[in-house]
């Protein structure tokens, strides 16, 4: 495979930056939540001492006020934190995701390339079992001193060799036809 140990490396760095990120975005949820529960109680406490208070309890109001908007404003830095934080890991999402896909593309390009070499290898182990039954035939027609060696039927050797393909190329080309149905681009698994 074509992965440099750089590439590897990278996508390690990226998915832990990633999980960390996501460690990030849960804390930031828990505190803006906290945030904001906090502050609907002291706004809520406010509420009801200035009620109880009555005429009185006019600074009460203006405390809850401030209260309100001071917790607005950590909300709104808490949610800026957060937009940030949520961009930072779609980025690495992505990036990951076309390395994945290079990744996909490599790999199928590398099963290709080893089906090519395994169909090859199949092949030419054919053609040395052939050679070397022929070999054998010829070697005992050579110490025949009579003569009685059997004769060689080529469509029987053929139909023996016939025997011995493991994919439809092969039986297709035997047969004197294209393989056109048989190799369609697609990876053929035998």
Known sequence: MKFPCHFRAELIEQVTSLASFSAELDG?????????NQTNLLALNAAIEAARAGEHGRGFSVTENQQTGAALKMLDASLDDFTVATQRMADINSNLKAHGNQVEQELNQNLVAMQFQDRACQMMDHVVQDLARMEEHLAAVLHDPDGKSPAVSPND?????????????????????????ASSGDAEFF
Request: proline share 0%; charged share 10%.
């Open 28 to 36: 930031m949820a828990k505190g803006v939540a906290a945030i904001a």
């Open 157 to 181: 050797w053929l139909r023996r060799l016939q025997g011995t393909y493991s994919t439809l190329e092969q039986a297709h080309l035997h047969g004197g036809t294209t393989a056109s149905s």
